[in-house]
C-alpha cells in the first residue's frame, strides 16, 4: 500500500555527479519530469571529475520518490547514493524524552531529591497515598496504552510498530494541552493480561489513554477498567473519535440547513470507532443510522455473534436495510468513514441526498481522496492535517485530559463528552462558518481552553470532580 506522506513532506538525494559527462540542468529536467519540486540545493564536495550535491525536492507519497530517484539514476555521468525522508530523520531516536525539573547541583540538592530526603516523602505518601496526586507526576501524566492491534488503518501490526503514533499522540498531549503523556505498547493481545497489566501500571499515572486497540476486545478492557481503576479511563479511538465527529458534524448540518433528527447517515467501519461515533449521534438526536461493515450493512432483526454488533442491529438501521455500502448509501445525507482507504466511490457519491457531508476519517489513507469526492460533495473532511477540515482526535484528547486532570475527576461521562463536543463546535463562529471550516484547526489556541473548562464544568454537575480546578488552563504553545 502506497502512504501518502503528506505534500509538506520532502526528501533529500545525495548525488555523485560526474563533473565531464552531466549537468545541474540534465538533474532538474529529470526530477522536474517527475513531478518533484526542487526547494534546495547544497554543494557537500567537489574535486576535479565529482561534484556531490544533495538536492531537497517535496515530493507527495512513496511512489513518487522512487520515481524521482528512478529518473535522476537514469542521467548519463549521475548516481543517487542516499536518499533520506524528513519524516523519518525527524524520527531517529524517537520523539519525547525526559527532562529533570530539578538540577541537581551539590550534595544538597542530592540529598533532598534522592535518598535520604526523598524517604521522607515516600513515607508521607504511605501515610496517605492520596498524597501522590501533589507529590509526583501522577497529577499532571497519564499512559497512552496500546496493544498495536488496530493502529491507525494500518491494523494489526504490533507493539513496537505501533510506537511511533504512541510517542506523537504524547508529543501532542504536551504540546497543546502540557500534559505528561509516556507511550506503552504492550507485547500481548489478551484482554485480561492487558487488563491485569494496566492496572499494576496506574499508580504512576492520573489517567489512562487507551489508543489503537481493535474491536471488540477494546469495549471489555475499557469497561473493566474503568470499573476496577479509581483513575479515568478513555479509549481515545472510541470517545475522542466521537467527540469530534459530533462537533464537525453540528457545524456541518447548520451550514446546509438539515436538522439531526431528519438525517440519514451511512457509518462505514462498525469498529472501536464506529460504534462509538453512532451511539454519540444517536444521544445527539440522529434516528436513521445505517452501519456498514465488511459484509455490508448491519440489519435490524439479525443476529451476530459479536455482541458489540448486537447491540449495534438493535439500535440502528430503523429500516431494516440490507447490503453493500453502494446499495445503502441512497439518499444518505452524511457518510461517516471509519474503515479504510478507498471504500467509498464517485457513484456512490452521486446517490446521495443533496448537499452530501462527507467524513472520510480512516487514517492515514481515507475512503475517497477529497480531490476526487470534491465536485459531487458539499462539505469534505478527512482525518489528516494537511487537507481542511481535519476531523481527528486530535481535537479533543490534549482538552478533555487537560480538565480532568485539573479537576481529579474519578471518570469520564457522557456529559463531559457531549459538552466536549459543543465546546470544539463552538469555537467556530457563525460568520466564519465555511464549506472549508466546520471545525477548528488544531493549532487554534482556544480549542483546548475551551474544551478544558466545559469538561470541568460538566465533571462538577455530574459529581466526578474531585478537587477546585485552577481558574486558568496551563500555557499552550502554538506554531
Ligand atoms: N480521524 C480520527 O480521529 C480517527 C479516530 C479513530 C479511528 N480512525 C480511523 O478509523 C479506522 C478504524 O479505526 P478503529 O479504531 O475503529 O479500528 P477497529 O479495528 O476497531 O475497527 C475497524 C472496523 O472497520 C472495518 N473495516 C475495515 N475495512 C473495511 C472496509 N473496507 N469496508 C467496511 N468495513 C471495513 C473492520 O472490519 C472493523 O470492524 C482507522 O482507519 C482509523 O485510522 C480515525
Ligand atoms: O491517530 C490518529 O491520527 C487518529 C486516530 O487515533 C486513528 O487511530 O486514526
Ligand atoms: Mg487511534
Same mark, same amino acid.
Given at each position: 500500500?502506497?502512504?501518502?506522506?503528506?505534500?509538506?513532506?520532502?526528501?533529500?538525494?545525495?548525488?555523485?555527479?560526474?563533473?565531464?559527462?552531466?549537468?545541474?540542468?540534465?538533474?532538474?529536467?529529470?526530477?522536474?519530469?517527475?513531478?518533484?519540486? *526542487?526547494?534546495?540545493?547544497?554543494?557537500?564536495? $567537489?574535486?576535479?571529475?565529482?561534484?556531490?550535491?544533495?538536492?531537497?525536492?517535496?515530493?507527495?507519497?512513496?511512489?513518487?520518490?522512487?520515481? =524521482?530517484?528512478?529518473?535522476?539514476?537514469?542521467?548519463?555521468?549521475? +548516481?543517487?547514493?542516499?536518499?533520506?525522508?524528513?519524516?523519518?530523520?525527524?524520527? *531517529?531516536? /524517537?520523539?519525547?524524552?525526559?527532562?529533570?525539573?530539578?538540577? =541537581?547541583?551539590? !550534595?544538597?540538592?542530592?540529598?533532598?531529591?534522592?535518598? #535520604?530526603?526523598?524517604? !521522607?516523602?515516600?513515607?508521607?505518601?504511605?501515610?496517605? @497515598?492520596?498524597?501522590?496526586?501533589?507529590?509526583?507526576?501522577?497529577?499532571?501524566?497519564?499512559?497512552?496504552?496500546?496493544? /498495536?492491534?488496530?493502529?491507525?488503518?494500518?491494523?494489526?501490526?504490533?507493539?513496537?510498530?505501533?510506537?511511533?503514533?504512541?510517542?506523537?499522540?504524547?508529543?501532542?498531549?504536551? %504540546?497543546?494541552?502540557?500534559?505528561?503523556?509516556?507511550?506503552?505498547?504492550?507485547?500481548? %493481545?489478551?484482554?485480561?493480561?492487558? =487488563?491485569?497489566?494496566?492496572?499494576?501500571?496506574?499508580?504512576?499515572? /492520573?489517567?489512562?489513554?487507551?489508543?489503537?486497540?481493535?474491536?471488540?476486545?477494546?469495549?471489555?478492557?475499557?469497561?473493566?477498567?474503568?470499573?476496577?481503576?479509581?483513575? #479515568?479511563?478513555?479509549?481515545?479511538? %472510541?470517545?475522542?473519535?466521537?467527540?469530534?465527529?459530533?462537533?464537525?458534524?453540528?457545524?456541518?448540518?447548520?451550514?446546509?440547513?438539515?436538522?439531526?433528527?431528519?438525517?440519514?447517515?451511512?457509518?462505514?467501519?462498525?469498529?472501536?470507532?464506529?460504534?462509538?461515533?453512532?451511539?454519540?449521534?444517536?444521544?445527539?438526536?440522529?434516528?436513521?443510522?445505517?452501519?456498514?461493515?465488511?459484509?455490508?450493512?448491519?440489519?435490524?432483526?439479525?443476529? &451476530?455473534?459479536?455482541?458489540?454488533?448486537?447491540? &449495534?442491529?438493535?439500535?440502528?438501521?430503523?429500516?431494516?436495510?440490507?447490503? $453493500?455500502?453502494?446499495?445503502?448509501?441512497?439518499?444518505?445525507?452524511?457518510?461517516?468513514?471509519?474503515?479504510?482507504?478507498?471504500?467509498?466511490?464517485?457513484?456512490?457519491?452521486?446517490?446521495?441526498? +443533496?448537499?452530501?457531508?462527507?467524513?472520510?476519517?480512516?487514517?492515514?489513507?481515507?475512503?475517497?481522496?477529497?480531490?476526487?469526492?470534491? #465536485?459531487?460533495?458539499?462539505?469534505?473532511?478527512?482525518?489528516?492535517?494537511?487537507?481542511?477540515?481535519?476531523?481527528?482526535?486530535?481535537?479533543?484528547? @490534549?482538552? *478533555?485530559?487537560?480538565?480532568?486532570?485539573?479537576?481529579?475527576?474519578?471518570?469520564?461521562?457522557?456529559?463531559?463528552?457531549?459538552?466536549?463536543?459543543?465546546?470544539?463546535?463552538?469555537?467556530?463562529?457563525?460568520?466564519?462558518?465555511?464549506?472549508? &471550516?466546520?471545525? @477548528?484547526?488544531?493549532?487554534?489556541?482556544?480549542?483546548?481552553?475551551?474544551?478544558?473548562?466545559?469538561?470541568?464544568?460538566?465533571?462538577?454537575?455530574?459529581?466526578?470532580?474531585?478537587?477546585?480546578? #485552577?481558574?486558568?488552563?496551563?500555557?499552550?504553545?502554538? &506554531?
Amino acid at each position: 500500500m502506497a502512504i501518502p506522506s503528506g505534500a509538506s513532506t520532502s526528501i533529500i538525494l545525495r548525488l555523485e555527479m560526474n563533473k565531464e559527462t552531466s549537468s545541474f540542468a540534465q538533474v532538474a529536467a529529470a526530477v522536474g519530469d517527475a513531478g518533484g519540486d *526542487i526547494v534546495a540545493i547544497d554543494v557537500g564536495r $567537489s574535486d576535479k571529475t565529482i561534484t556531490v550535491r544533495d538536492i531537497t525536492v517535496n515530493v507527495y507519497d512513496q511512489k513518487q520518490t522512487e520515481l =524521482i530517484v528512478e529518473a535522476v539514476n537514469a542521467v548519463n555521468g549521475v +548516481k543517487v547514493v542516499h536518499v533520506s525522508d524528513q519524516t523519518f530523520l525527524l524520527h *531517529i531516536g /524517537g520523539k519525547i524524552e525526559t527532562t529533570p525539573k530539578t538540577p =541537581i547541583k551539590n !550534595r544538597d540538592d542530592l540529598s533532598r531529591v534522592y535518598t #535520604p530526603g526523598v524517604a !521522607r516523602v515516600c513515607m508521607a505518601i504511605h501515610e496517605k @497515598p492520596s498524597r501522590a496526586h501533589s507529590l509526583t507526576i501522577k497529577r499532571n501524566t497519564i499512559a497512552v496504552v496500546s496493544d /498495536g492491534s488496530a493502529v491507525l488503518g494500518l491494523g494489526n501490526i504490533g507493539p513496537e510498530a505501533a510506537m511511533p503514533v504512541m510517542e506523537g499522540k504524547a508529543v501532542l498531549f504536551k %504540546q497543546f494541552a502540557g500534559v505528561d503523556a509516556f507511550p506503552i505498547c504492550l507485547n500481548t %493481545q489478551d484482554t485480561e493480561e492487558i =487488563i491485569q497489566i494496566v492496572k499494576a501500571i496506574a499508580p504512576s499515572f /492520573g489517567g489512562i489513554n487507551l489508543e489503537d486497540i481493535s474491536s471488540p476486545r477494546c469495549f471489555e478492557i475499557e469497561q473493566r477498567l474503568i470499573e476496577e481503576l479509581d483513575i #479515568p479511563v478513555f479509549h481515545d479511538d %472510541q470517545h475522542g473519535t466521537a467527540v469530534v465527529l459530533l462537533a464537525g458534524l453540528l457545524n456541518a448540518v447548520k451550514l446546509v440547513g438539515k436538522r439531526m433528527e431528519d438525517l440519514k447517515i451511512v457509518v462505514c467501519g462498525i469498529g472501536a470507532a464506529g460504534i462509538a461515533c453512532s451511539k454519540m449521534l444517536l444521544a445527539a438526536g440522529v434516528t436513521n443510522i445505517i452501519g456498514v461493515d465488511r459484509a455490508g450493512a448491519i440489519v435490524r432483526g439479525e443476529t &451476530y455473534e459479536n455482541r458489540a454488533w448486537q447491540w &449495534y442491529a438493535e439500535n440502528t438501521n430503523p429500516e431494516g436495510l440490507s447490503g $453493500s455500502l453502494s446499495e445503502v448509501i441512497r439518499g444518505a445525507d452524511v457518510f461517516i468513514g471509519v474503515s479504510g482507504p478507498g471504500v467509498l466511490k464517485v457513484t456512490d457519491l452521486q446517490q446521495m441526498a +443533496k448537499d452530501p457531508i462527507v467524513f472520510a476519517m480512516a487514517n492515514p489513507t481515507p475512503e475517497i481522496s477529497p480531490e476526487e469526492a470534491e #465536485p459531487y460533495v458539499r462539505v469534505m473532511a478527512t482525518g489528516r492535517s494537511d487537507y481542511p477540515n481535519q476531523i481527528n482526535n486530535v481535537l479533543c484528547f @490534549p482538552g *478533555i485530559f487537560r480538565g480532568i486532570l485539573d479537576c481529579r475527576a474519578s471518570r469520564v461521562t457522557e456529559e463531559m463528552k457531549l459538552a466536549a463536543a459543543k465546546a470544539i463546535a463552538s469555537v467556530v463562529s457563525d460568520e466564519e462558518l465555511n464549506e472549508y &471550516y466546520i471545525i @477548528p484547526s488544531v493549532f487554534n489556541a482556544s480549542v483546548v481552553e475551551t474544551v478544558r473548562e466545559a469538561v470541568i464544568q460538566a465533571a462538577y454537575e455530574s459529581g466526578v470532580a474531585r478537587k477546585a480546578a #485552577p481558574t486558568s488552563p496551563k500555557p499552550v504553545t502554538v &506554531y
